[in-house]
């Protein structure tokens, strides 16, 4: 497959206690079946929808370590990368690291505290599914540091990032390549004072779903939980949700879109 450009997203993993639980609670809502990389590699498992890899489950390496997934933009040069990090004012966790011949990481916080990981590929370039029912289809990053975060993926990525709503009482940003405007990546929304000061900023991900609702009653009978909707919006009907060990995201039906974007 085509490699990702720069600052692409092109991978994403959940971090869980219990990878077992998390095979079956992913296995049955997304469909996905998956492939176990051995101990060499921690048991860190692919994840495939259709035959094509969609995303990854690990075992949390550290019970500190939050139960979470993490999303990780492409790039030619992991270690210019990891140095662009550091001078825009963000922090390196860990790496550049090498994970055998599938390529090298980068684990990284930006200016505002959410995590995200840098990968460039070798012999794994990242997702080969996307914007398909049971696949990623978005990612933006909820922060209550707009203005750091947004200069900081400016000297990192080179983001061009456009305004929609009116930038106050909904304050959010679509992220698009300087190399190809056209195509919008990911986004930044500014979190306000209506929602609770103890939620951490972070990257949110979207998984695609053939019908919101049902994937809403399927999360809820595998013990998992409802955070936010079903809602239609916009960009279609969509429900913030979290699995059965706690790691959060949203599914989305991008087909069924209705109203106008808050603000605007």
């Not at 971090?15 to 469909?31: I, N, W």
């Not at 049971?134 to 990525?157: I, Q």
Request: hydrophobic share 40%; glycine share 12%.
């Amino acid at each position: 497959m085509t490699a990702f450009t720069e600052g692409t997203p092109c991978w994403a993993d959940a971090a869980l206690p219990d990878l077992a639980a998390g095979r079956r609670f992913y296995g049955e809502l997304f469909g996905w079946t998956f492939e176990d990389q051995g101990e060499d590699f921690g048991h860190y498992t692919l994840a495939f929808r259709d035959g094509k890899a969609a995303a990854a489950l690990m075992s949390k390496p550290d019970p500190a370590m939050p139960t979470a997934w993490s999303v990780y933009f492409a790039s030619v040069d992991a270690t210019g990368a990891a140095a662009r990090i550091g001078a825009a004012g963000g922090q390196v966790v860990f790496g550049p690291d090498k994970a055998g011949e599938a390529g090298v990481m980068v684990g990284a916080v930006d200016p505002g505290g959410s995590v995200f990981g840098v990968w460039q590929a070798g012999e794994h370039q990242g997702f080969e599914i996307t914007e398909q029912p049971g696949a990623f289809c978005w990612t933006e990053n909820r922060t209550r540091e707009a203005a750091a975060v947004d200069s900081f993926y400016e000297a990192v990525f080179a983001y061009r990032a456009e305004q929609i709503g009116d930038g106050q009482h909904f304050d959010y940003k679509v992220w698009s390549l300087a190399a190809d405007p056209e195509l919008q990546i990911g986004g930044r929304l500014k979190l306000g004072a209506e929602l609770p000061g103890e939620q951490p900023a972070a990257f949110r991900l979207y998984f695609a779903v053939d019908d919101c609702d049902a994937a809403v009653a399927t999360v809820r009978k595998l013990g998992g939980r409802v955070t936010d909707g079903p809602a239609d919006s916009p960009f279609g009907r969509l429900a913030t949700v979290a699995d059965d060990q706690g790691a959060v995201f949203t599914v989305i039906d991008p087909r069924r879109s209705e109203g106008s974007i808050e603000g605007s």
